[in-house]
């Protein structure tokens, strides 16, 4: 299974059919997964932390939003297994615990409404435990192996994220996250790893694109899942409300060439 990084922008992604359907469109292109493990912007905790590993309820951690987005179900099967998995591989480098209440945070259950729409991928929920680079780099390195597992491990966050410079729909892209998303496509492409794990020095107009940072970097948690020689591939890419990048990432082995 592949690595990824989503950029799942505002909630409303959930009601919003054209822009789901690019989620859709895209993970139909993959294998389809034993399940999924989501690492979201929105479960800070430390030490790093096992959500539950049976159905409960939605974490509906937003506010001035439609009623609608309230009554959003996303009901997938719990990921027992990888749950012990996952504890096994952290273990040796991180204290690990496990929060059997803790339900799917926006920033896991909104992209995956319209990844898997059937909600019939068992999906398991695991907290940044700090914005370290190379702390999280080093969590998708000890990860990796549940890819050769049929795991698809999953970044949830945004490629920039600055809520107080958002405009209104049909904006124009200003200059600073246009740099910021292209820095980011060519660090990525090129798989300059320091360069990225150095981003709030080296990228343009880092502050300014991430006042806060906990948007950004489970995608070096998804990289540090990266194999080596593998391309990072783009299947959404654009921008909403002006300067919210909504590129999303795929690390994965480069199609084999067909026979004949």
Request: with cysteine; aromatic share 8%; charged share 20%.
């Amino acid at each position: 299974m592949p690595a990824a990084f989503v950029s799942h922008g505002s909630p409303m992604l959930a009601l919003d059919k054209v822009r789901g359907a690019e989620f859709s469109r895209w993970t139909a292109t993959l294998p389809t997964p034993v399940a999924v493990l989501c690492v979201s912007a929105h479960y800070q905790r430390r030490p790093a932390s096992i959500g539950a590993t049976r159905p409960v309820p939605l974490v509906y951690d937003f506010r001035g939003f439609p009623k609608a987005l309230q009554q959003v179900r996303y009901a997938a099967p719990g990921a027992p297994k990888l749950a012990k998995r996952v504890h096994q591989q952290l273990a040796p480098i991180m204290k690990v615990r496990h929060e059997a209440k803790r339900g799917h945070d926006h920033g896991t259950w909104v992209p995956m409404k319209w990844m898997y729409p059937k909600a019939d991928v068992p999906l398991l929920s695991l907290s940044l435990p700090s914005h370290d680079p190379k702390t999280l780099y080093r969590m998708g390195r000890a990860l990796r192996p549940l890819r050769d597992e049929g795991v698809l491990i999953v970044g949830s966050g945004s490629m920039t994220h600055n809520l107080r410079r958002l405009g209104r729909p049909g904006t124009a892209t200003p200059a600073w996250a246009q740099e910021f998303d292209a820095w980011s496509t060519r660090v990525l492409s090129s798989n300059d790893v320091d360069a990225l794990l150095d981003w709030q020095r080296k990228a343009p107009a880092a502050r300014t694109n991430h006042p806060t940072v906990e948007h950004f970097v489970p995608l070096l948690l998804a990289a540090g899942a990266r194999k080596d020689g593998e391309p990072a591939t783009f299947p959404i890419s654009g921008f909403q409300s002006g300067s919210m990048s909504r590129r999303c990432v795929t690390f994965a082995p480069a199609p084999k060439p067909k026979a004949g």
